[in-house]
Nanobody
Framework: QVQLVESGGGLVQAGGSLRLSCAAS????????MGWFRQAPGKEREFVAT????????YYKDSVKGRFTISRDNAKNTVYLQMNSLKPEDTAVYYC??????????????????WGQGTQVTVSS
């Protein structure tokens, strides 16, 4: 079993930055593909970014490319999402997720096995 705890959300003005962190329990963290998804009110949960087990491969939703960066520190069992040039449409609850079945990166929600409780990101215009 893996527990994921997100932190770093908050209220920021458009154009600002936030850094989300996700701390994972378990000694096999370095085997997991990791991802960030988000869900805005009234909308389905959507993919944002993903990273493979080593951190050597990443993939992003088109609308966040060049603004968001996913990274991981396997020694600290932590994955990060650096969000720059934030826009009001980035407002959502952001969820960290881990795949015990795939060590590679994945944008598919069904590939993930564990989810955090989410952290709210609000971008004001």
């Amino acid at each position: 079993q893996v527990q994921l705890v997100e932190s770093g959300g908050g209220l920021v003005q458009a154009g600002g930055s936030l850094r989300l962190s996700c701390a994972a329990s378990g000694r096999t963290f370095s085997n997991y593909g990791m991802g960030w998804f988000r869900q805005a009110p009234g909308k389905e949960r959507e993919f944002v970014a993903t990273i493979n087990w080593s951190g050597g491969s990443t993939y992003y939703k088109d609308s966040v490319k060049g603004r968001f960066t996913i990274s991981r520190d396997n020694a600290k069992n932590t994955v990060y999402l650096q969000m720059n040039s934030l826009k009001p449409e980035d407002t959502a609850v952001y969820y960290c997720t881990a795949s015990a079945r795939y060590s590679s990166e994945s944008s598919r929600l069904r590939d993930y096995d564990y989810w955090g409780q989410g952290t709210q990101v609000t971008v004001s215009s």
